[in-house]
């Protein structure tokens, strides 16, 4: 069973579209976190839940908005996409502070 | 406010080889340190960690980090590579402190192991 899944695995879409990006946890965590990581394999942090409330968000665009339905699902969902935003996106889960992260496997996001 | 830096984006080395991966943090709290691998086409998976007690750690596959606090480095090691370790190896530090906080990764060392 794969720990943490999100899906799609690509998404390749023309600038200005919105779509969503899914993650799921089976490891029974309560803090989930979105990651980006850009062309130079630089990861940097974009939000953080736990239990289903925002803990961390970093100066990211307000195009950005995350959604958790609960702590086992954290989303994300991204407006009028730039052709900056073409990335490799992660999703991961932790037991709590200062924990290890596990990650999914990552979508990778190309804007045209 | 944390930083990692990995001195070395690349490094090639042959089969059987060691390798030292270097990682030097800066931060004014403790912190807790850890190694990520990175296969191609995948998420990172946690290869170390020390959070206390022996500054030596190891991992099941043969990697080992040392922790030196007066130097504030975290460096990697293996004494022999095989062509399976061929991946991206990332440092991160975490403060120890309560509540939630970031994960500062570095850059990323990409290890090429040649056959």
């Known amino acids: 069973d794969t720990a943490v899944s999100q899906t799609p695995k690509y998404l390749v879409t023309q600038m200005g579209n919105d779509k969503s990006i899914k993650c799921e946890q089976n490891?029974?965590?309560?803090?989930m976190y979105w990651y980006k990581q850009d062309s130079k394999k630089f990861l940097k942090i974009m939000f953080s839940?736990?239990?289903?409330?925002?803990?961390i968000n970093e100066t990211v665009p307000n195009r950005f908005s995350p959604k958790s339905p609960d702590k086992a699902h954290l989303n994300l969902h991204i407006n009028s996409l730039e052709l900056g935003d073409s990335a490799v996106y992660f999703c991961?889960?932790?037991?709590?502070?200062?924990?290890?992260?596990?990650f999914g496997n990552g979508t990778r996001l190309t804007v045209t | 406010a944390q930083s990692v830096t990995q001195l070395d984006s690349q490094v090639p080395v042959f089969e059987e080889a060691p390798v030292e991966l270097r990682c030097n943090y800066s931060?004014?709290?403790?912190?807790?340190l850890f190694w990520y691998v990175q296969y191609p086409n995948q998420g990172l998976q946690l290869l170390l960690k020390?959070?206390?007690?022996?500054?030596l750690v190891e991992s099941i596959n043969g990697f080992e980090a040392e922790f030196n606090k007066s130097q504030t480095s975290f460096h990697l090691r293996k004494p022999s590579v095989h062509i399976s370790d061929t991946a991206e190896y990332f440092c991160?530090?975490?403060?120890?402190?309560?509540?939630?906080?970031?994960?500062?990764f570095g850059i990323g060392t990409k290890l090429q192991v040649i056959p």
């Open positions: 991961a889960s932790s037991q709590g502070p200062n924990s290890p992260l596990h």
């Open positions: 490891l029974g965590h309560d803090t």
């Open positions: 839940y736990n239990n289903k409330e925002l803990i």
């Open positions: 931060s004014s709290v403790s912190v807790y």
């Open positions: 020390y959070l206390s007690g022996s500054t």
């Open positions: 991160a530090v975490t403060p120890i402190s309560g509540g939630y906080q970031k994960v500062t």
